[in-house]
């Protein structure tokens, strides 16, 4: 990333009412030049909405949005020096692929358009389409048309809305490889809205989760996936396993906490709920973090590792890994993902087991949240 | 057409292959298209081929009409009546083309913009049609009728000025001068040209409206590139279905207009109903469906909307 913030996307305490429903809390954003930024969400989170106000398409209720040091709340889209891919495309039918890309260019009353667009063609590979219309195409090769036809205008910001929701999951795979190399190669600022976590993860540096018109977190993939902090984020993000627990003592940087029976310790940095003595907090750990060992080898797991008893009720194999659904005191239904290094064969259901994890694997949450926030929108996602 | 014909798939995709199970789903799509066929052979061929034998046909009514193939009965009709067809093509081009400046608006109001009004809207376009034709047309006459509110408004602006200098009225009278039976024709034919419009206006995405704002177009510019070409197959349709009926049209031209505003309608109507000369009237039939189709083609060829309907 340069010095150069003229491709800054800054929106301050930006809003936006449809009467009495709030599709967007007042929000303040900062994109940095160059960054692929993704807003991910669940439909209906005020996601797009948001990006419609950076595009223009949107009038804010409140707040401002500024391109560099430019303030464009007041300019129309066709003002702005933004463009956008639009989910399922909006190419127009009536015109050739040739035409689609120089769009943009002959409205902004540039004549000699053939060498751009025959070179932003062969950038997506369809110089061979070009006499082609859009219907002749398949949704992949239409897909990176509309990226095409965005792109060849330079803009300071490229806005993504959904652009790859119509593609079967091979393509869009491909398509994220694709967006990515293309993002680097251009150095533009991407502005990418999604549903899908994984695709978020994949491509973008910063993540925004939204929620309800909010932004519930904003960091790095894995800051997110490693750090959550609030259920939603821990929920729609992967999947998390939460122990109700209560404060015991504190030593050093750790937290020591009750639980049931036991004890569970958690990092102080890692707990994003206030810690007084008594106090309640939610302990969060990743299935892929927890290690199950059978009951009768309880005594090999090293000290210092948090435990929890519990049987196995439902296990299903998966190929790289196997999948365990433990019941302890604590959690009903906790999840657990082994590798499929050296299988246990006495790990079925029924089978007594400890589970133990790293105490830096815990993470703290505040306990005044409904736990099954964001379950639902992540499955579906 | 030709799909028809081809051999439907299959009723059941799992039918074993053996034995050609499909003989009966074979004849589905002819039996489909026999009442259709019946229809259009008992009330449009067999008329047409009636109308084609009497228009070549020479007698009177006392002795009885002969196919004698006078085809002279054509080259009479046409260098008389003349006056009457270019009057036909042109108050029918001018009804249509105010129905498009009046029916586009309306059209794209409605597709874009009517919001939870649009049905009301759409009830409003239709509603004429819940009266007859002639009612409708007989309520224009008393409308422009002279010395009334309308044409004493036309004259305070001076517009009658303006239509008698372009030789579409006379003097201070708007009724029994062209400038009615044009806007009769236009009245009549509004719907018509609305509803495909409409159409086609509606299918419009209006994503490609934002797409081509998105992309520098001014509201100008994105009616001009986008919205206008997409919606050709409802204008080329809505013009159609106003200047093809607009052309036969008699109705109006008789009930606002003069003898100095006959059009072809008129004259094949005198002829078949009042003369009794049913060559001559089937003949000036023929060569104004010849001249339709004649326009009409060369129309659809040129604003190439081929791959677009």
């Not at chain 1, 060992?293 to 435990?307: C, F, K, S, Y």
């Not at chain 2, 439907?8 to 799509?29: F, I, Q, S, Y």
């Not at chain 2, 086609?200 to 209006?206: M, Q």
């Amino acid at each position: 990333m340069t010095n150069d913030t003229s491709g800054d996307v800054r929106l301050s305490g930006i809003a936006k009412t449809y009467g009495s429903f709030t599709a967007v809390h007042p929000l303040d954003l900062t994109v940095p030049q160059g960054s692929f930024f993704a807003l991910l969400g669940a439909s209906g989170c005020g996601k797009t909405t948001t990006l419609r106000m950076i595009a223009g398409l949107e009038e804010p209720s409140a707040g401002t949005v500024h391109l560099g040091d430019q303030d464009v709340t007041a300019l129309p889209p066709y003002k702005r020096p933004v463009n956008t891919v639009f989910q399922s495309y909006a190419l127009f039918p009536h015109l050739d692929i040739f035409e689609n890309v120089a769009f943009g260019l002959r409205r902004r009353g540039i004549k000699s358009v053939k060498k751009q667009v025959g070179d932003m063609l062969d950038l997506v590979q369809l110089g061979e389409q070009a006499r082609k219309k859009p219907h002749q195409l398949s949704g992949g090769q239409q897909q990176r048309v509309a990226v095409a036809r965005a792109l060849i205008n330079h803009p300071k910001v490229l806005l993504l809305d959904e652009p790859l929701g119509a593609l079967d999951l091979k393509l869009r795979r491909q398509m994220q490889l694709e967006l990515k190399r293309i993002q680097t190669e251009v150095g533009i600022t991407f502005v990418h809205v999604t549903h899908d976590q994984e695709e978020a993860m994949t491509m973008a540096d910063t993540v925004a989760v939204m929620n309800a018109g909010r932004v519930e977190q904003l960091g790095s993939p894995t800051d997110l996936y490693e750090n959550p902090r609030t259920t939603f984020v821990a929920n729609f993000l992967g999947t998390s396993n939460f122990i109700e627990a209560e404060v015991d003592t504190k030593s050093g940087d750790d937290i020591v906490l009750k639980a049931g029976g036991g004890k569970l310790v958690l990092p102080e940095s890692r707990c994003a709920a206030a810690t007084t003595t008594g106090g309640k907090v939610l302990v969060g750990v990743r299935p892929e973090k927890i290690s199950l060992t059978h009951a009768d080898d309880a005594g090999e797991i090293p000290e210092g590792r948090n435990r929890i008893n519990g049987r196995i009720t439902n296990s299903s194999f998966i190929g790289v890994s196997t999948q365990y659904v433990v019941d302890s005191a604590v959690c009903p239904d906790f999840e657990v993902y082994v590798q499929n290094v050296d299988r246990d064969t006495r790990l079925e259901p029924g089978a007594d087991v400890v589970l133990h994890w790293s105490p830096a694997h815990t993470f703290g949450l505040d306990a005044a949240q409904d736990i099954d926030a964001g379950v639902e929108e992540g499955a579906a996602a | 057409m030709s799909t028809l014909t081809e051999a439907p798939p299959p009723l059941t995709p799992t039918a074993p292959e053996k034995k050609p199970p499909r003989k009966r789903g074979r004849l589905v799509p002819y039996w489909l298209l026999l009442p259709g066929i019946l229809w259009l052979l008992v009330f449009f061929a067999l008329p047409m081929i009636y109308q084609a034998s009497t228009s070549v046909q020479t007698g009177s009514l006392e002795e009885g009409y002969k196919v004698t193939w006078h085809f002279a009965t054509y080259w009479d009709a046409l260098s008389e009546y003349y006056p009457q067809f270019l009057r036909s093509v042109l108050y029918a081009g001018s009804a249509t083309i105010l129905c498009l400046v009046l029916g586009y608006p309306l059209a794209y109001l409605i597709a874009f913009r009517a919001g939870r009004w649009r049905n009301l809207i759409m009830i409003l376009v239709i509603a004429p049609f819940f009266t007859s034709f002639l009612i409708r047309t007989l309520a224009w006459k008393t409308i422009l009728a002279d010395g009334g509110p309308v044409v004493g408004a036309l004259n305070t602006l001076h517009v009658l000025d303006v239509t008698s200098w372009l030789g579409m009225t006379e003097g201070d009278r708007v009724l029994a001068t062209p400038l009615a039976v044009v806007c009769g024709l236009t009245y009549n034919f509004l719907p018509f040209m609305v509803l495909p419009l409409y159409t086609s206006l509606e299918r419009i995405d209006p994503r490609l409206h934002e797409a081509a704002n998105d992309l520098y177009a001014k509201p100008a510019t994105v009616f001009r590139r986008v919205t206008f070409p997409l919606s050709m197959p409802g204008v080329v349709s809505g013009t159609l279905l106003t200047f093809i009926p607009a052309a036969g049209d008699y109705v109006n031209a008789d009930l606002l207009g003069s003898t100095d505003t006959r059009m072809v309608g008129n004259v094949i109507q005198t002829q078949f109903l009042r003369i009794l000369d049913y060559p001559t009237a089937a003949a000036l039939s023929f060569i104004l469906m010849a001249a339709i189709l004649v326009m009409v083609t060369v129309y659809i060829r040129r604003s190439g909307t081929e791959d677009l309907v």
